[in-house]
């Protein structure tokens, strides 16, 4: 896992001929919040960090800031927190080398770091592993819809009837997903200069659908690269006049769009945690890691699937899983075993495209951990269909059902604190609240005369 190509430079090297700096910061469903500085006001703050309204770590899908949270709000006056750069993420964006990004940590204006921004809710995870030896390698597969739209026309159009970059289905098709080449192949080389390393694409299973793989490497610097893939992928796509969601279910009659999570245990000499070779297969440790991952994913579900939407994709038949079965190479599971040796490592299938990969990590690791600490026994191995395990617990069906088991969690307060873990259920409740209210155009289509 070494830097990926330019990343040294870059971050080693002066900002020749770039004039304006992004300072951003992953917002609670992992979009990047920030300001846009001129390179000498950059070089002014990049030490002593750069104030910004704290409003981003109550806000959700809407960008507006919510009341009723202990670290800000009206009873705080809506202060101002300040970013400090982290400098190892600074990139010059490749699509536009004139500008600069970095992410960014924020402290509160109490001087204490802010325990419940995305970035730090994983970071405190990692060092969990760490203190135990653990080292976290992992990589992930984002799915997306491409459009022949802008994303003005998809809002004039209210998100209906859109067109599609392709008329058929493309997947692993590679004349079909040759069609949206041009974009795909743009993106595929230009990611890599942003410090996004890509391993392939292919076409996914409906028209216009697609993945780009990224590459294995350190947990936080994997979450780090999936948001920026996202804002990258979006910037591209508005340059170009086109399109593309992440959403999980975008569309009631195609095919959702997932984002497998592929997890790798590590020791500090850099083995692997996970493999026997005597047996060829799973270890001890990794058998209570995976343990913990059957065992408490269904309690820290809206940590993956934040959204309502988010459920839409889990369903029998669907390559989404609806329990917590695990298997090896079985696509029907949720925990899906891959590969062998240095290679051996445990797939997440149930994350959608929609996730924050800072929370979908940071709970997959608390999973994992609690596993080992509880030396818990692993269940018995799905063969053949999932789907018609009845052996195995079922995940969540919908955010009502999935936020009364993380409310009532005891993992979840203790690895992540319990401030976090209730302003986490605060705004997942805002979410079901919202989704509650929301009449459908399927309900209105359905009822409107005959009711």
């Not at 750069?85 to 964006?93: A, F, K, N, Y």
């Not at 890691?289 to 059957?294: E, I, K, R, S, T």
């Not at 924050?356 to 191995?381: H, K, M, Q, R, V």
């Not at 052996?391 to 069906?397: M, V």
């Amino acid at each position: 896992m070494t830097p990926a190509p330019g990343q040294a430079e870059i971050t080693g090297r002066k900002l020749d001929g770039v004039s304006t700096v992004m300072m951003a910061v992953p917002d609670n469903i992992g979009r990047l919040m920030g300001k846009r500085l001129p390179i000498e006001t950059f070089h002014d703050v990049k030490d002593r960090g750069m104030p910004m309204p704290d409003y981003f770590l109550v806000t959700w899908l809407e960008n507006e800031p919510q009341d009723g949270f202990s670290v800000t709000g009206w009873h705080t006056g809506w202060r101002n927190c300040t970013l400090l750069p982290d400098l190892e993420t600074l990139r010059v964006l490749p699509w536009d080398p004139s500008s600069a990004i970095v992410l960014c940590d924020p402290v509160l204006a109490d001087g204490r770091a802010a325990a419940m921004a995305s970035r730090q809710i994983l970071a405190a995870q990692v060092k969990r592993a760490q203190t135990r030896g653990i080292v976290l390698v992992c990589a992930v597969e984002l799915e997306f819809w491409l459009f022949d739209e802008t994303y003005a026309s998809a809002h004039a159009k209210d998100y209906r009837k859109l067109t599609p970059s392709h008329y058929r289905n493309q997947d692993n098709d590679l004349l079909q997903a040759g069609a949206d080449e041009p974009f795909i192949g743009l993106t595929r080389r230009l990611l890599p200069e942003l410090g996004v390393e890509v391993a392939l694409s292919q076409g996914e299973g409906g028209e216009g659908q697609h993945e780009i793989t990224l590459r294995h490497c350190w947990m936080q610097t994997a979450a780090d690269r999936a948001v920026l893939y996202k804002h990258a992928l979006k910037a591209l796509a508005q340059q170009e006049g086109r399109a593309v969601t992440f959403m999980a279910k975008a569309d009631s009659q195609r095919a959702g769009s997932s984002g497998h999570v592929h997890l790798s245990l590590l020791d500090p000499a850099g083995r692997s945690i996970l493999w026997d070779a005597a047996s060829g297969g799973l270890s001890e440790t990794g058998r209570m890691f995976l343990a913990g991952l059957v065992r408490y994913t269904p309690e820290l579900m809206v940590m993956h699937a934040q959204y309502a939407n988010s459920y839409k994709r889990l369903r029998d038949g669907s390559f989404a899983p609806t329990n917590t079965s695990w298997g090896y190479d079985n696509r029907t599971t949720c925990f899906r075993l891959v590969g062998h040796d240095q290679s051996f490592r445990i797939e997440c299938r149930m994350p959608g495209a929609d996730l924050n990969p800072y929370w979908s990590f940071a709970a997959i690791t608390a999973a994992g951990l609690a596993g080992i600490d509880e030396e818990l026994d692993l269940s018995a191995e799905t063969s053949g269909n999932a789907y018609g395990d009845t052996c195995a617990a079922l995940l969540p069906r919908d955010l009502t059902e999935a936020l009364v088991r993380y409310r009532d969690s005891d993992v979840a307060p203790a690895a992540f604190g319990g401030d976090v873990h209730d302003h986490i259920a605060r705004l997942v409740s805002a979410e079901l609240t919202a989704a509650r209210q929301a009449v459908s155009e399927w309900e209105v289509r359905r009822a409107f005369e005959r009711c």
